[in-house]
Nanobody
Framework: QVQLVESGGGLVQAGGSLRLSCVDSGRTFSRNGMGWFRQAPGREREFVAAIGWSGGTTTYATSVRGRFTIARDNAKNTVTLQMNGLKPGDTAVYYC????????????????WGQGTQVTVSS
């Protein structure tokens, strides 16, 4: 069964950093666009960042642009999200997702999802 497994979440103070990782056990990772989404308590899941299959194109939500960086290593089937300058508003469960599209910020384009990892930012 193809799985996406996230890691790296935790508790951090405002202004701090975390690096999330997602390992894809599938065989099509290098041909899939990958994305990160998040869901805060009581809110709908929202787009955070996405990266094209080659890693050459990226897109970010306005709220995280300039603070977060998405990257991928196709040799290791891994996508990462470096999060700097974290704010309490970034507190959420973060999900890794895969799509057959080259680059997308739309949840409906993603067919594979991880279980999520909790990120909590204290003030």
């Amino acid at each position: 069964q193809v799985q996406l497994v996230e890691s790296g979440g935790g508790l951090v103070q405002a202004g701090g950093s975390l690096r999330l990782s997602c390992v894809d056990s599938g065989r099509t990772f290098s041909r899939n666009g990958m994305g990160w989404f998040r869901q805060a308590p009581g809110r709908e899941r929202e787009f955070v960042a996405a990266i094209g299959w080659s890693g050459g194109t990226t897109t970010y939500a306005t709220s995280v642009r300039g603070r977060f960086t998405i990257a991928r290593d196709n040799a290791k089937n891994t996508v990462t999200l470096q999060m700097n300058g974290l704010k309490p508003g970034d507190t959420a469960v973060y999900y890794c997702a895969g799509t057959g599209y080259s680059l997308s910020g739309r949840q409906g384009d993603y067919g594979r999802w991880g279980q999520g990892t909790q990120v909590t930012v204290s003030s």
